[in-house]
C-alpha cells in the first residue's frame, strides 16, 4: 500500500457528510461523485437550466449562444466500462455547450497497460483538460480521483462519476429525477409519489442513486420487487429510515405491487459483477418482468422507466403505450448533463438571463 492509498483509506472512511464538502468550491458543486450532494434547490435548479438549453437550442442562434459558453474548456470522458448512452450523451452535452472532447474508451490503449497507476493516469489528464468524466468498474474510483485532483495535484479539475462499481450513477438519478418531474409536472409534482423499482436491485447503481435522490422529496414511498438475491441492500434502506422515507418490500412477485406505483423503473441482472460466471442463472426472475399482461394493472396515468440496456424485463409490446417513457428519458440524458455541467462551470445565470 502506498502513501496514498493510506491517505484515501483514512478519506474513505468519513461520513458522506464530510466527503461532500470537499466536492464542493464556495458552496457551489465542483465535482459529481455521489447522488447524496443533490439538494431540492439544486435539482430545482437543473430541471430548469436543462429545460431553458432545450429550448434554447432550437434556433441556430440560441445554438450558437449555448455553444459559446464553455468553448474555451476541454473535457476528458475516461471510460474504462462499456457504455454507449452515457458516453454519447455526455459527449454531445459537451458539444452542446462547445467544449472540446478527448477519450479513453479502453484502458489497454492507454499507459495503464504498461503498469501506469491510476492516480498517475488521472494526473495526466488533468493536464489537458478541465473536467474529467469517468466510468470505472471498481467501486468508489471516481470517488479517489475527484479526492486526488482537490488534493494531490497542481492543477486541479472537476470529476464527474459517470458509473462507478455498483455503487452509484448520480447523473443516471439526475435524468431521472428530471424525467419524474416532467412527468408528473401537470398531476402535482414528485412529492407524494410512489416509485417502484425492479430488478437487480443489490447491484443496481442506477437504483440505488435514485433511491438516495427520493430525500429530497415529500411523502415519497418506495417499493423495491426482486427476489431475494436481488433485493436492495442494507445500507440504501438505513438511509431511507434515517431519512423517513417509507419503503416496502416485494420478493415474490412484480405483479402484486404494480396497482400501487405512480412510476415503475425496471432494470436488468447486473450479471457483470457475478463473482462466478452464470451465478445470476440461477435465481428465477421470471415473476418480475413487464409484459402486455400486466400492463392492465398499470395506473392508467403512471410512467414507466428503465435507464438501459434492457434485455427481456420490458416486453418490447409495451413501447408504443403512453406510459412507457423510458426512450424519453434516454433523450433527457444529453440535456440534464448538459445543465450540470453548465451549473458546475457557473455559466448557469447566463443561460437564465438569455
Keep these: 500500500m502506498t502513501i496514498l492509498d493510506e491517505q484515501y483509506a483514512e478519506f474513505e472512511r468519513l461520513p458522506n457528510e464530510e466527503k461532500i464538502k470537499c466536492f464542493e468550491k464556495d458552496g457551489r458543486l465542483y465535482d459529481m461523485i455521489i447522488s447524496q450532494q443533490l439538494n431540492r434547490q439544486i435539482l430545482d435548479d437543473l430541471y430548469r437550466i436543462t429545460n431553458q438549453i432545450r429550448s434554447i437550442s432550437k ?22 466500462q462499456p457504455s454507449s448512452r452515457t ?82 450513477h448520480p447523473t443516471q438519478a439526475l435524468l431521472d429525477v428530471f424525467t419524474l418531474q416532467q412527468s408528473f409536472e401537470y398531476q402535482g409534482g414528485l412529492d407524494g409519489k410512489t416509485i417502484l423499482m425492479c430488478g437487480d436491485l443489490k447491484r443496481g447503481r442506477t437504483v440505488r442513486s435514485l433511491s438516495y435522490l427520493m430525500k429530497n422529496f415529500r411523502g415519497m ?19 431511507l429510515d434515517r431519512h423517513g422515507i417509507s419503503y416496502a418490500i416485494e420478493t415474490q412477485s412484480l405483479d402484486k405491487v404494480l396497482g400501487e406505483a405512480d412510476a415503475i423503473y425496471m432494470t436488468r441482472i ?18 418480475f418482468k413487464l ?10 396515468n403512471a410512467v414507466i422507466m428503465h435507464p438501459f440496456p ?45
Excluded at 455553444?67 to 476541454?74: E, I, V, Y
Excluded at 409484459?291 to 395506473?299: H, W
Excluded at 409495451?318 to 424519453?328: E, F, G, L, N, S
Design 310 to 354: 434492457r434485455r427481456d424485463e420490458i416486453d418490447v409490446a409495451i413501447d408504443p403505450d403512453p406510459r412507457a417513457m423510458y426512450w424519453r428519458q434516454e433523450r433527457n440524458g444529453m440535456w440534464s448533463r448538459a445543465a450540470l455541467i453548465a451549473y458546475m462551470f457557473r455559466v448557469d445565470q447566463e443561460i437564465r438571463n438569455y
Design 87 to 168: 458516453f454519447l450523451s455526455f459527449e454531445n452535452a459537451c458539444h452542446l455547450l462547445g467544449m472540446k472532447t478527448s477519450e479513453i474508451r479502453d484502458p489497454s490503449v492507454s499507459s495503464e497497460v504498461k503498469g501506469e497507476s491510476f492516480d498517475d493516469s488521472l494526473r495526466t489528464f488533468s493536464t489537458y483538460t478541465d473536467l474529467i468524466i469517468m466510468r470505472h468498474k471498481g467501486q468508489n474510483m471516481a470517488e479517489r480521483a475527484a479526492w486526488l485532483l482537490n488534493t494531490h495535484t497542481y492543477r486541479p479539475v472537476p470529476v464527474i462519476n459517470g458509473g462507478s462499481g455498483s455503487d452509484q
Design 270 to 287: 447486473q450479471d457483470e459483477h457475478d463473482a462466478t460466471p452464470g451465478e445470476s442463472g440461477k435465481t428465477d426472475v421470471s415473476k
Design 221 to 239: 414511498k418506495i417499493i423495491y420487487a426482486a427476489p431475494a438475491a436481488f433485493q436492495m441492500k442494507e445500507d440504501v434502506c438505513n438511509f
Design 291 to 300: 409484459t402486455l399482461a400486466n400492463m392492465a394493472r398499470v395506473k392508467p
Design 59 to 80: 434556433s441556430k442562434a440560441g445554438s450558437q449562444f449555448i455553444q459559446s459558453l464553455l468553448c474555451h474548456k476541454r473535457a476528458m470522458l475516461y471510460f474504462g
